[in-house]
């Protein structure tokens, strides 16, 4: 059994095993490339040795190009007609090659400046060698000559060079050369049924440390490499399973029956007949297992340091299935070379018959290599393959072909039968293998197996017989559709697609099939690619012949926070559900860093779940957060909060008492580092029982603090000193200690106390040792961790020179960054930061007074987003800024403006190598840079200290100066702090709230006639600022986002509450449903059924005030519903798409919408009656827009509305309850009115700044003037 753990202290574990000198020999064989193996491969080569695609003339001939030489017309050149040209090299041997390097054609306009470096055993076959992007970058002119180094070696003894993109004003030209050094190995050809047994010389072998190397190369997805067990238990099993390789290991562990075993996996597609290098090194527990360039450390499960192997290991195979206690696999096919055994050469023992091995089966020294000829279908919208139909020696046809694909849509094969106008149509769809015949009223169909976009060789045959069609996936049963007349295939078949030209009603029916096929044969003769691509058969296009380029992106996993990763052929992507984070990546988590944070969003107490270290490695937590003071406080339980009484316990066996947190310990260091303040409160009362009073000094009771060292200082006293806070308060029962318990007196004391050193909280152990004598006891009560402030908010550093900057170390963001800050400023532009590398870089600057752009260069060419502001920003104002990159995208946010983001280019550079420091405020040139204030600067969601380096650094100073720069939240509910000569102001315009602070609620009481309708200026799409031109490689848009929050308050059900219109007719309503329960509906597409999502069946119109808020970003929505029952959910929509042209927003009745369903439709009729308060949709507030911009052509009011406050009748509404009336109740008529006195009262009571309103009642009717 193993479990996988992080083990970092592995990376030097090979060092530690010294077994014939075995460490020295792997660290070459694998991991590094000694100085002689330089050497040039291609000058010494006869012309026959390179070969091409083609050539231009007879002195542009493949053997001219050899670099540095001017022979011919001074190197090769393609003719100008080859669409996919090529220059291959023989090495005459297999050879280890270390670099490459290229040049353009000696005095001419012609070289390559990108293309692929392709190798093969054979000449045949051929793999992409992939370094990060898998294309290299060539030449910016004809004579100079840029090298590569491999980041890891080939082994081959065939090259290609295949251009990608040349000088756009001459053509292709190139001249090569390679470096390395001969490569020789002992080679083992296994068959499927054969096997290699090495036999010890005693009954066992039992071993503390292992090195176990290899290479391979399989023609199939499963086969066992190595195998041994013993009778205690021990085993190791190693095997390819499904492509991928699988390490079986256990030491003296029995396995119960039915428990199964656990497997270590690494790598994938493993079966494409090209070699892969496998290393295990075992150090009693601690494992490395590398394949190829990647490694998994983990710690194996078991008994025993030692794996005890009896008689033999097998290698290759299992020989004997019927063995106790073996599970049977499939043998190995395929070669194996340079076989270790902790030093021993196994293959070179068994080609001289040595008498320990012992050979099962057929098992050769030469490496079969079979002809399997593949070919690449690049393209989803235009790859064809067009093979005529030969001839049958019976009535009907049979196709056969082998494929593999990782997308779930595709064309495979489409014919036109002879029987106009029917087609047969071969496809995936939806992972799986449907076959149709098609005609134009009828498409009988049956679908064929199981999932086949798995990335795995699949082989599908396609028959007919008479009146049936019959299809054979793999090894499954046959599928058979009818047909209503004979049949025979047309003249071409029509693989992977259908060309543009609708030739004979061919067409695709979504895509066309990315992926790779091989073995094709119709009608029982194989069909022979070499000669499609000679064009001597039939016809093609987007076509990659003699390879198969698949590729397994999620390899390794780009996705974080243990997101999974799925594929298709261009791309990746990340299922984040059940992680707690959201992005492309699921690097951004979807809580609140603390409780700090969750205040200022408009939060109330409650238990929430924090984030403390953001997008690390942490995870999230739940705490109570204690908004009631002015300090927010976090509060984390333990396992033991109740008082606990202690006896008989003594130094020598003292009572200890651990406490689990319902955070970790990890989580808890982040949380107390990340506050401003911690506290603990330490209850101890004692009988008899002392703390620290003994001859020695020995402390006879103690507590762990959050580190694991023991602390002796108790509560409210300080660190380092053995006394307690009646010492420090001077007022301790016995002034000859300094502790209470100490004087040990017969009565009860106290020595309660606060620890508050926070460096050493929360406290993770207490130990008391002296209550074991007669009458002695102790009583002790450990209170819950407690926290406040945000030590991030407001650091701040102010920058008053051009010239100035703080610097850091260098940005740690190979492969994702999120920066976010606030600033603010005067200035019209400046650096925020910057950090280069030699050719990549990172910069986020204000450009100009209204635009703020992030720009960077991973070796793709610079990249740059921005964003523009309909104000400006450099108003001395707070804004707010978060930039992200990862190698899925890119984006940029600033305040409440619109997403900006682009998506990168699959198969180009990922990695951001940066070398400088971090300049935060200016620039390594010391110009362009910031002037103003930056606070709050966290990268990867490390709070940067501004104010530690600023102390240090002229032109810079601590702080920010003015009144919006304070720690505490003067404006609340998003409003906006605005500095003023003689104070503040709060700008409420972004909020849904009001009031000098942005905390007074915007409510507005509907009847069921009531309507607030709010149109928008113009499509909201195009509202959405631009970004400025960017890398084309780059595909921007604008992230599908929508921000909804309300408060409501009602008796009625069904009822309209919101909805959201579109001019393309999507909508998203939230309603109550006929039972009462909330209901959101999301309606994207308008020719599929919308989303629904209902977060519990409980009524909601119960008279009770509940908070609403709803956040989609992208396919996520985020639903949190407060009061009463808190629920905090996250639903998936079945698109991504973005609300294009948003049309209107209403609150209440809807009438004359149409493409709205039913129950959407009944609920819109019925209205809204109740309360309205706080509304928000991204940054628009429709009740304030109601109530400050009456006459507005903007908004709409249908009915009787009556300016209100939610919270107020909620409360009310309470009281009546308990009066007698019950809570749910319908109101009847009579009440209604006593509802809407209430209700008028109300709205003369509370006195709004901005509320210039007339309140008429007629009735039972209340008008608003």
Same mark, same amino acid.
């Given at each position: 059994?193993?479990?996988?753990?992080?083990?970092?202290?592995?990376?030097?574990?090979i060092?530690?095993?010294?077994?014939?000198?075995?460490?020295?020999?792997?660290?070459?064989?694998?991991?590094t490339l000694?100085?002689?193996?330089?050497?040039?491969?291609?000058?010494m080569?006869?012309?026959?040795s390179?070969?091409? @695609?083609?050539?231009?003339?007879?002195?542009?001939?493949?053997?001219?190009?050899?670099?540095?030489?001017?022979?011919?017309?001074?190197?090769?050149?393609?003719?100008?007609?080859?669409?996919?040209?090529?220059?291959?090299?023989?090495?005459?041997?297999?050879?280890?090659v270390?670099?490459?390097?290229?040049q353009?054609r000696?005095?001419?306009?012609?070289?390559?400046?990108?293309?692929?470096?392709?190798?093969?055993?054979?000449?045949?076959?051929?793999?992409q060698?992939?370094?990060?992007?898998?294309r290299?970058?060539?030449?910016?002119?004809?004579?100079?000559v840029?090298?590569?180094?491999?980041?890891?070696?080939?082994?081959?003894?065939?090259?290609?060079?295949?251009p990608?993109?040349?000088?756009?004003?001459?053509?292709?030209?190139?001249?090569?050369?390679?470096y390395?050094?001969?490569y020789?190995?002992?080679?083992?050809?296994?068959?499927?049924?054969?096997?290699?047994?090495?036999?010890f010389?005693?009954?066992?072998m039992?071993?503390?440390?292992?090195?176990?190397?290899?290479?391979?190369?399989?023609?199939?997805?499963?086969?066992?490499l190595?195998?041994?067990?013993?009778?205690?238990?021990?085993?190791?099993?190693?095997?390819?399973?499904? #492509?991928?390789?699988?390490?079986?290991l256990?030491?003296?562990?029995?396995?119960?029956?039915? @428990?199964?075993?656990?497997?270590?996996?690494?790598?994938s597609?493993?079966?494409?007949?090209?070699?892969?290098?496998?290393?295990?090194?075992?150090f009693?527990?601690?494992?490395?297992?590398?394949?190829?360039?990647?490694?998994?450390?983990?710690?194996?499960?078991?008994?025993?340091?030692?794996?005890e192997?009896?008689?033999?290991?097998?290698?290759?195979g299992?020989?004997?299935?019927?063995?106790?206690?073996t599970?049977?696999?499939?043998?190995?096919?395929g070669?194996?070379?340079?076989?270790?055994?902790?030093?021993?050469?196994?293959?070179?023992l068994?080609?001289r018959?040595k008498?320990?091995?012992?050979?099962?089966?057929?098992?050769?020294?030469?490496c079969?290599?079979p002809?399997?000829v593949s070919?690449?279908?690049?393209?989803?919208?235009?790859?064809?393959?067009?093979?005529?139909? $030969?001839?049958?020696?019976?009535?009907g046809?049979?196709?056969?072909?082998?494929?593999?694909?990782?997308?779930?849509?595709?064309?495979?094969?489409?014919?036109?039968?002879?029987?106009?106008?029917?087609?047969?149509?071969?496809?995936?769809?939806?992972s799986?293998?449907?076959?149709?015949?098609? %005609?134009?009223?009828?498409?009988?169909?049956?679908?064929?197996?199981?999932?086949?976009?798995?990335?795995?060789?699949?082989?599908?045959?396609?028959?007919?017989?008479?009146?049936?069609?019959?299809? %054979?996936?793999?090894?499954?049963p046959?599928?058979?559709?009818?047909?209503?007349?004979?049949?025979?295939?047309?003249? @071409?078949?029509?693989?992977?697609?259908?060309?543009?030209?609708?030739?004979?009603?061919?067409?695709?029916?979504?895509?066309?099939?990315?992926?790779?096929?091989?073995?094709i044969?119709?009608?029982?003769?194989?069909?022979?690619l070499?000669?499609?691509?000679?064009?001597?058969?039939?016809?093609?296009?987007?076509?990659?012949?003699?390879?198969?380029?698949?590729?397994?992106?999620c390899?390794?996993?780009?996705c974080e926070h243990?997101?999974?990763?799925?594929?298709?052929?261009?791309?990746?992507?990340?299922d984040?559900?059940? +992680?707690?984070?959201t992005?492309?990546?699921?690097?951004?988590?979807?809580?609140?860093?603390s409780?700090?944070?969750?205040?200022l +969003?408009?939060?109330?107490?409650?238990?929430?779940?924090?984030?403390?270290?953001?997008?690390?490695?942490?995870?999230?937590?739940?705490?109570?957060c204690n908004? $009631?003071?002015?300090?927010?406080?976090?509060?984390?339980?333990?396992?033991?909060t109740?008082?606990v009484?202690?006896?008989?316990?003594?130094?020598q066996?003292?009572?200890?008492?651990?406490?689990?947190?319902?955070?970790?310990?990890?989580?808890?260091?982040?949380?107390?580092?990340g506050?401003?303040?911690?506290?603990?409160e330490?209850?101890?009362?004692c009988?008899?029982?002392?703390?620290?009073? =003994?001859?020695?000094?020995?402390?006879?009771?103690?507590?762990v603090?959050?580190?694991?060292?023991?602390?002796?200082?108790?509560?409210?006293?300080?660190?380092?000193?053995?006394?307690?806070?009646?010492s420090?308060?001077e007022n301790?029962?016995?002034?000859?200690?300094?502790?209470?318990?100490d004087?040990?007196?017969?009565s009860?004391a106290?020595? $309660?106390?606060?620890?508050?050193?926070?460096e050493?909280?929360?406290?993770?152990?207490?130990?008391?040792?002296?209550?074991?004598?007669?009458?002695?006891?102790?009583?002790y009560?450990?209170g819950?961790?407690r926290?406040?402030?945000?030590k991030?908010?407001?650091?701040?550093?102010?920058?008053?020179?051009?010239?100035?900057?703080l610097?850091?170390?260098?940005?740690?963001?190979?492969?994702?960054?999120?920066?976010?800050?606030?600033?603010k400023?005067?200035?019209?532009?400046?650096v925020?930061?910057?950090?280069?590398?030699?050719?990549?870089?990172?910069?986020l600057?204000?450009?100009?007074? @209204?635009?703020?752009?992030?720009?960077?260069?991973?070796?793709?060419?610079?990249?740059?987003?921005?964003?523009k502001?309909?104000v400006?920003?450099?108003?001395?104002?707070?804004?707010?800024?978060?930039?992200?990159?990862s190698?899925k995208?890119?984006?940029?946010?600033?305040?409440?403006?619109?997403?900006?983001?682009?998506?990168a280019?699959?198969?180009?550079?990922?990695?951001l190598?940066?070398?400088?420091?971090?300049?935060?405020?200016? =620039?390594?040139?010391?110009?362009s840079?910031?002037?103003?204030?930056?606070r709050?600067?966290t990268?990867?969601?490390?709070?940067?200290?501004?104010?530690?380096?600023?102390?240090? =650094?002229?032109?810079v100073s601590?702080?920010?100066? #003015?009144?919006?720069?304070?720690?505490?939240?003067?404006?609340?509910?998003?409003?906006?702090?605005?500095?003023?000569?003689?104070?503040?102001?709060?700008?409420?315009?972004?909020?849904?709230?009001?009031?000098?602070?942005?905390?007074?609620e915007?409510?507005?009481?509907?009847?069921?006639?009531?309507?607030?309708?709010?149109?928008?200026?113009e499509?909201?799409?195009?509202?959405?600022?631009?970004?400025?031109?960017?890398?084309?490689?780059?595909r921007?848009?604008?992230?599908?986002?929508?921000?909804?929050?309300?408060?409501f308050?009602?008796t009625?059900?069904?009822?309209?509450?919101?909805?959201?219109?579109?001019?393309?007719q999507?909508?998203?309503?939230?309603?109550?449903?006929r039972?009462?329960?909330?209901?959101?509906?999301?309606?994207?597409?308008?020719?599929?059924?919308?989303?629904?999502?209902?977060?519990?069946?409980s009524?909601?119109?119960?008279?009770?005030?509940?908070?609403?808020?709803?956040?989609?970003? #992208?396919?996520?929505?985020?639903?949190?519903?407060k009061?009463?029952?808190?629920?905090?959910?996250?639903?998936?929509?079945?698109?991504?798409?973005?609300?294009?042209?948003?049309?209107?927003?209403?609150?209440?009745?809807? $009438?004359?919408?149409?493409?709205?369903?039913?129950?959407?439709?009944?609920?819109?009729?019925?209205?809204?009656?109740?309360?309205?308060?706080?509304v928000?949709?991204?940054?628009?507030?429709?009740?304030?827009a109601?109530?400050?911009?009456?006459?507005?052509?903007?908004?709409?009011?249908?009915?009787?509305?009556v300016?209100?406050?939610?919270?107020?009748?909620?409360?009310?509404?309470?009281?009546?309850?308990q009066?007698?009336i019950?809570?749910?109740?319908?109101?009847?008529?009579?009440d209604?009115?006593?509802?809407?006195?209430v209700?008028?009262?109300?709205c003369?009571?509370?006195?709004?700044p901005y509320?210039?309103l007339?309140?008429?009642?007629?009735?039972?009717?209340?008008?608003?003037?």
């Open positions: 059994m193993l479990s996988v753990t992080p083990n970092p202290d592995l990376h030097g574990l060092h530690l095993i010294s077994i014939d000198n075995l460490c020295d020999f792997v660290h070459t064989l694998f991991f000694t100085d002689i193996c330089n050497g040039p491969l291609v000058s080569l006869p012309p026959a390179l070969e091409s @695609s083609s050539q231009s003339s007879v002195s542009n001939a493949p053997h001219f190009a050899k670099i540095n030489r001017r022979d011919g017309a001074g190197g090769w050149s393609p003719q100008v007609t080859d669409s996919q040209p090529w220059l291959q090299l023989d090495l005459r041997d297999r050879m280890e270390t670099a490459v390097a290229t353009g000696y005095g001419s306009s012609d070289w390559v400046s990108g293309y692929l470096l392709l190798f093969s055993d054979t000449g045949q076959a051929w793999k060698y992939r370094q990060e992007d898998g290299f970058v060539g030449n910016v002119n004809a004579d100079s840029i090298h590569h180094k491999l980041s890891h070696s080939i082994r081959s003894r065939f090259l290609r060079f295949v990608l993109d040349w000088n756009p004003s001459g053509w292709v030209g190139l001249r090569v050369e390679v390395g050094c001969a020789k190995s002992d080679v083992a050809d296994f068959d499927g049924r054969s096997s290699l047994l090495y036999r010389n005693q009954k066992s039992s071993t503390v440390k292992d090195v176990i190397s290899l290479r391979f190369k399989s023609h199939q997805a499963e086969g066992v190595l195998h041994g067990e013993g009778q205690r238990g021990d085993y190791i099993t190693l095997e390819l399973h499904r #492509g991928r390789l699988a390490l079986y256990n030491l003296g562990e029995f396995v119960t029956p039915g @428990s199964g075993r656990v497997a270590v996996t690494l790598g597609l493993l079966d494409d007949q090209h070699w892969h290098s496998v290393l295990i090194e075992r009693n527990k601690q494992v490395n297992l590398t394949m190829d360039t990647h490694t998994q450390h983990f710690r194996t499960k078991g008994e025993g340091d030692s794996l192997v009896d008689y033999e290991l097998s290698f290759g299992i020989p004997l299935p019927g063995k106790p206690g599970f049977l696999r499939k043998n190995f096919h070669c194996i070379e340079n076989l270790y055994y902790n030093g021993i050469n196994i293959i070179d068994a080609k018959r008498p320990q091995i012992y050979s099962v089966g057929n098992v050769t020294f030469s079969s290599e002809q399997l070919t690449t279908f690049l393209s989803s919208s235009s790859s064809f393959l067009s093979l005529p139909a $030969t001839p049958s020696a019976s009535a046809f049979a196709v056969r072909f082998q494929f593999r694909t990782w997308n779930p849509e595709g064309l495979l094969l489409s014919t036109q039968l002879a029987l106009e106008p029917q087609r047969l149509d071969l496809q995936i769809s939806n799986r293998l449907p076959c149709k015949s098609i %005609t134009q009223k009828t498409h009988p169909a049956v679908s064929t197996g199981h999932r086949v976009n798995d990335g795995l060789w699949h082989s599908v045959s396609l028959s007919s017989q008479g009146l049936q069609v019959t299809t %054979t996936l793999d090894n499954e046959s599928s058979t559709i009818e047909l209503g007349d004979h049949m025979e295939a047309g003249n @071409s078949l029509y693989f992977g697609g259908c060309p543009s030209l609708n030739i004979l009603g061919c067409k695709n029916p979504t895509l066309a099939f990315q992926g790779c096929m091989r073995l044969s119709i009608n029982s003769q194989p069909m022979d070499n000669r499609v691509q000679q064009g001597r058969l039939g016809n093609y296009k987007e076509l990659q012949f003699d390879t198969c380029g698949i590729h397994d992106r390899l390794p996993n780009f243990g997101g999974q990763c799925s594929q298709s052929w261009n791309t990746f992507y990340c984040c559900s059940g +992680t707690g984070y992005g492309a990546t699921c690097h951004n988590s979807i809580y609140e860093a409780c700090e944070a969750y205040r +969003t408009g939060g109330s107490s409650g238990f929430f779940s924090v984030d403390p270290d953001g997008s690390g490695p942490l995870g999230p937590t739940q705490v109570y908004m $009631t003071e002015d300090k927010v406080w976090t509060v984390v339980t333990h396992n033991s109740d008082p009484r202690v006896q008989g316990s003594t130094l066996k003292p009572y200890v008492m651990k406490f689990n947190y319902s955070a970790s310990p990890e989580q808890l260091m982040a949380l107390v580092a506050s401003e303040q911690c506290r603990q330490v209850m101890y009362g009988r008899k029982s002392r703390l620290f009073n =003994t001859r020695d000094g020995t402390p006879l009771s103690w507590w603090d959050q580190g694991g060292e023991r602390r002796t200082y108790w509560g409210g006293f300080l660190p380092g000193v053995q006394q307690c806070s009646c420090l308060e301790c029962m016995d002034m000859n200690y300094f502790c209470n318990c004087a040990d007196t017969d009860w106290n020595d $309660t106390g606060v620890l508050s050193y926070k050493h909280l929360p406290v993770s152990e207490i130990v008391i040792g002296d209550t074991n004598r007669t009458g002695s006891e102790a009583l009560r450990i819950p961790l926290c406040y402030g945000d991030s908010v407001w650091n701040a550093a102010s920058f008053y020179q051009e010239s100035s900057y610097h850091f170390p260098t940005l740690q963001a190979e492969l994702s960054a999120d920066i976010s800050f606030y600033f400023t005067s200035v019209p532009s400046g925020f930061l910057e950090n280069l590398g030699l050719k990549h870089f990172i910069r600057e204000l450009s100009s007074p @209204s635009v703020v752009t992030f720009s960077f260069d991973v070796g793709n060419g610079p990249v740059v987003l921005a964003v502001s309909h400006p920003l450099n108003d001395r104002q707070w804004h707010y800024l978060r930039a992200e990159r190698v995208e890119a984006s940029l946010h600033v305040d409440q403006l619109p997403l900006r983001f682009l998506e280019p699959s198969d180009r550079h990922l990695r190598r940066l070398n400088s420091q971090l300049f935060v405020g200016g =620039t390594a040139a010391r110009q840079g910031f002037l103003g204030c930056i709050t600067l990268i990867n969601s490390v709070t940067f200290n501004l104010e530690e380096r600023a102390k240090m =650094t002229p032109g601590v702080g920010c100066p #003015g009144h919006c720069s304070g720690s505490s939240s003067l404006c609340h509910n998003r409003g906006r702090c605005i500095e003023k000569n003689s104070g503040y102001v709060c700008d409420c315009s972004q909020s849904a709230y009001g009031g000098p602070s942005c905390k007074e915007v409510s507005v009481s509907f009847d069921r006639e009531s309507s607030v309708t709010y149109t928008f200026q499509p909201f799409s195009v509202m959405q600022n631009r970004s400025s031109k960017t890398s084309s490689d780059y921007e848009s604008s992230r599908a986002r929508e921000n909804i929050a309300f408060s308050m009602t009625q059900s069904p009822a309209m509450l919101l909805t959201v219109n579109t001019f393309s999507q909508y998203i309503a939230v309603i109550l449903a039972n009462g329960s909330l209901q959101i509906w999301y309606s994207i597409h308008v020719d599929r059924k919308p989303d629904v999502f209902s977060p519990s069946p009524s909601l119109a119960d008279r009770r005030l509940h908070r609403i808020r709803i956040h989609r970003q #992208g396919k996520d929505v985020y639903l949190q519903v009061e009463g029952d808190d629920m905090n959910l996250k639903y998936s929509l079945s698109s991504d798409a973005e609300l294009i042209s948003i049309k209107s927003l209403t609150l209440g009745k809807v $009438t004359g919408v149409d493409a709205v369903d039913e129950e959407v439709m009944r609920a819109g009729s019925k209205g809204f009656i109740g309360c309205l308060s706080s928000q949709f991204n940054h628009m507030a429709p009740l304030k109601v109530l400050l911009n009456r006459g507005s052509s903007l908004v709409t009011v249908r009915g009787h509305l300016e209100s406050n939610c919270g107020t009748l909620a409360d009310l509404t309470i009281l009546h309850s009066s007698g019950v809570v749910g109740e319908v109101v009847q008529k009579d209604s009115s006593v509802m809407c006195d209700m008028a009262m109300l003369v009571m509370i006195v709004r509320a210039n007339t309140v008429t009642r007629q009735g039972p009717q209340i008008g608003l003037l």
